[in-house]
């Protein structure tokens, strides 16, 4: 069924090699890297979209140009899109959060990757710090967890090693979520001068006592 007559007959008009770039324009641009890039299936598309907009006789040439016109644009978005991403974060001010967000993306994954968008609260990584020896990033959520309303997800990765993620509470910044995850005690003995590094692999803090005692405990849990 021809859905845009109009705009059908302004392109059964164009010169062929005009009208090949167009088609592939249109196609490129309604279903980008998601759909199959051969001429046949583009051309179907188009006339039940259009009609019949390639000249007659010129069914099979205008199929093959097709195909090899978007394969060709695509190639050409593709690197554009790589350019400014580049020339964009080089250009941001060190402190400009879309900068921070490209980095986090990078190093963490996006935001999408943890949490659905429809399960994602206002925001999306909202603050990143490198600390005890993690780089991390908060994902606020609008989730029910186990009675819990909104906790948030602290989104982090060590050096060398793979990103991960661990629920903490929705009111805390990134400081405060990596005291949080230290027990109780941990905490305490930091106040009295002891050492304690994230182990983000284990999931666990490793607390260096003044008298050299070196002990291991686990993160607590968004349950506790």
């Known amino acids: 069924m021809m859905l845009h ?3 059908g007959l302004a392109l059964a008009g164009l010169p062929e090699d005009i009208l090949v770039k167009k ?27 259009y009609g019949p907009v390639a000249p007659k006789g010129r069914t099979r040439a205008v199929s093959h140009a097709l195909g090899s016109e978007v394969k060709r644009q695509l190639a050409i978005r593709r690197r554009r899109k790589k350019t400014r991403a580049v020339i964009d974060v080089l250009e941001l001010d060190i402190d400009d959060g879309r900068r921070r967000m490209v980095l986090l993306e990078v190093g963490l994954g996006a935001p999408r990757k943890w949490v659905s968008p429809l399960r994602t609260g206002t925001g999306a990584y909202t603050q990143n710090i490198i600390t005890s020896g993690l780089m991390a990033a908060i994902i606020p959520t609008t989730i029910r967890l186990r009675g819990l309303k909104s906790p948030s997800l602290l989104v982090y990765r060590q050096p060398s090693d793979v990103a991960r993620s ?10 405060g979520c990596l005291v949080w995850l230290m027990p109780e005690r ?3 003995a930091v106040k009295a001068g002891a050492r304690a590094e994230h182990d983000g692999r284990l999931k666990k803090i490793r607390c260096f006592y003044t008298d050299g005692t070196v002990k291991l405990y686990p993160w607590r849990k968004i349950k506790e």
């Open 23 to 49: 088609l592939a324009a249109i196609w490129c641009a309604r279903f980008g890297n998601s759909a199959p890039t051969s001429g046949g299936d583009i051309l179907t598309w188009v006339r039940e979209e």
């Open 5 to 7: 007559p109009l705009d």
């Open 166 to 175: 661990v629920w903490v509470p929705n009111n805390l910044d990134i400081a």
């Open 186 to 188: 941990v905490q305490q």
